[in-house]
């Protein structure tokens, strides 16, 4: 059965460090989302793609994140100068349509020391 | 503006008990509701959905939920749990936009 893959599954950086989160959605999905969850609270919608453009995004998705879709395969999410509070589960979604059923990946869960 | 909140972060029961997972939410339209559910090191999968229409939405392994207007609420229960059943889960809603609003997620521990 297709399914979201997100690598890496956990990653560990330094405050004020860039990382990308890498997800590979379900091959003939169109619509593609970022959400988080920072430990013990609630998961939470960052920023929906279609198109090659944003969709709709958060009040947490500020100039700090920005999304890519690179290739025809791989849906990544840049954070710029990691800061402590950014540590999280972020978890990548994706849609054959709109308002259809969101397939999720296991999540990667990002550190920031 | 829409949210979810989910009464209990753990439940346990035991196996062959009745499941009952509460979720209520608030929508200033009429909503769409999910419920997901996450096993140990995978990611959300969906439950079941309440769009329009029937108010008893049937879902995936035995999972059914009914959407209550009067209460608010869209409560997911299960006759008879199965050891399998362990994991947690997440009430969702979205006011018809690609955007889901969760819930804090409730832990069910099925004891045999």
């Known amino acids: 059965e297709p399914e979201v893959t997100q690598t890496p599954s956990h990653q560990v950086t330094q405050m004020g460090q860039e990382v990308i989160l890498r997800c590979v959605p379900i091959?003939?999905?169109?619509?593609f989302y970022w959400y988080r969850q920072i430990l013990g609270q609630k998961v939470e919608f960052l920023v929906s793609?279609?198109?090659?453009?944003?969709?709709?995004k958060s009040e947490i998705f500020d100039d700090q994140f920005s999304v890519e879709r690179p290739d025809g395969s791989n849906f990544t999410l840049k954070i710029r100068s990691t800061k402590l509070e950014d540590s999280a589960m972020y978890f990548c979604?994706?849609?054959?349509?709109?308002?259809?059923?969101?397939?999720f990946g296991p999540g990667t869960r990002l550190t920031v020391t | 503006a829409q949210s979810v909140t989910q009464l209990g972060s753990h439940v346990s029961v035991s196996e062959g008990a009745l499941v009952l997972l509460r979720c209520n939410y608030s929508?200033?339209?009429?909503?769409?509701l999910f419920w997901y559910v996450q096993y140990p090191n995978q990611g959300l999968q969906l439950l079941l959905k309440?769009?329009?229409?029937?108010?008893l939405v049937k879902g995936i392994n035995g999972f059914e939920a009914e959407f209550k207007k009067s209460e608010t609420s869209f409560h997911l229960t299960k006759p008879s749990a199965h050891m399998s059943d362990a994991a947690e889960y997440f009430c969702?809603?979205?006011?018809?936009?690609?955007?889901?609003?969760f819930g804090t997620g409730t832990r069910l521990q099925v004891f045999p």
């Open positions: 979604a994706s849609s054959v349509r709109e308002l259809g059923e969101q397939y």
């Open positions: 091959s003939n999905h169109l619509y």
């Open positions: 793609f279609y198109n090659n453009e944003i969709s709709e």
């Open positions: 929508s200033s339209v009429p909503p769409y």
């Open positions: 309440y769009t329009t229409g029937a108010t």
């Open positions: 969702a809603v979205s006011d018809n936009t690609d955007k889901l609003i």
